[in-house]
Nanobody
Framework: QVQLVESGGGLVQVGDSLRLSCAAS????????MAWFRQAPGKERDVVAA????????YYADSVKGRFTISRDNAKNTMYLQMNSLKPEDTAVYYC?????????????????WGQGTQVTVSS
């Protein structure tokens, strides 16, 4: 079993940057695709970015391409999301997910493990 804990969220202004971290534990960490999802009040939980086990394959939602960068350090059992040029529409709870099957990175149902979420608020 994998346990996931997100950190790094907070309140920022338009144009600021944040780096989210997802600390993972469990023997299956290095064997699974991982992803960041986000959910705003009253909306569905949608994928932000996903990354393969080796880090060689990445997926980004159209809304964050060119602004966000996903990465992982398997030696430290940690995944990151660098968020630049933040906009008010980026405001949401951000969730870490693990256990994904390669080839379907954007599906909520593709992931077996989830963190508790971290709040990101971008003010204008």
């Amino acid at each position: 079993q994998v346990q996931l804990v997100e950190s790094g969220g907070g309140l920022v202004q338009v144009g600021d940057s944040l780096r989210l971290s997802c600390a993972a534990s469990g023997r299956t960490f290095s064997s699974n695709t991982m992803a960041w999802f986000r959910q705003a009040p009253g909306k569905e939980r949608d994928v932000v970015a996903a990354i393969s086990r080796s880090g060689g394959r990445k997926y980004y939602a159209d809304s964050v391409k060119g602004r966000f960068t996903i990465s992982r350090d398997n030696a430290k059992n940690t995944m990151y999301l660098q968020m630049n040029s933040l906009k008010p529409e980026d405001t949401a709870v951000y969730y870490c997910a693990a256990g994904g099957v390669p080839g379907t990175p954007s599906s909520y149902y593709n992931y077996d493990y989830w963190g508790q979420g971290t709040q990101v608020t971008v003010s204008s």
